[in-house]
């Protein structure tokens, strides 16, 4: 990959991380990114973005809503054609995986 490619996926990564922290997780009053429920942003060629997610419990009633929130506040992204979102519970969520930002927010530090 060039510095250019780089440069530029770097970019596009953080855009991602943008739109992913625009989506709130409807139980707790934080954005799933810094909540740590993002596991991986792989941008594609063509443009497809591969992303796999997790929930902070696995009987999340809107669970298949959430992908859905994912999707459309990624694919507004310029360049972007096709998101797809994986859900996974391995490994398993945890607070450990929030922010500080977020810890300190619900009184956890």
């Known amino acids: 990959m060039t510095t250019t490619q780089l440069a530029d996926n770097e970019t596009l990564i953080a855009g991602i991380v943008a739109a992913l922290r625009t989506v709130h997780d409807p139980e707790i009053p934080v954005n799933i990114y810094d909540l740590g429920l993002i596991y991986r942003i792989e941008p594609k060629h063509d443009g497809l973005?591969?992303?796999?997610?997790?929930?902070?419990?696995p009987g999340c009633p809107v669970a298949g809503e959430m992908?859905?929130?994912?999707?459309?506040?990624?694919?507004?992204?310029?360049?972007?054609?096709?998101?797809?979102?994986?859900?996974?519970?391995?490994?398993?969520?945890?607070?450990?995986?929030?922010?500080?930002?977020?810890?300190?927010?619900?009184g956890l530090l």
Do not use: C, H
């Open 67 to 106: 992908l859905s929130w994912v999707e459309k506040a990624v694919i507004e992204i310029g360049g972007i054609e096709k998101v797809a979102v994986q859900l996974v519970f391995d490994p398993p969520w945890d607070s450990s995986r929030m922010t500080d930002d977020v810890k300190l927010e619900l």
């Open 49 to 57: 973005v591969e992303i796999d997610m997790t929930l902070t419990a």
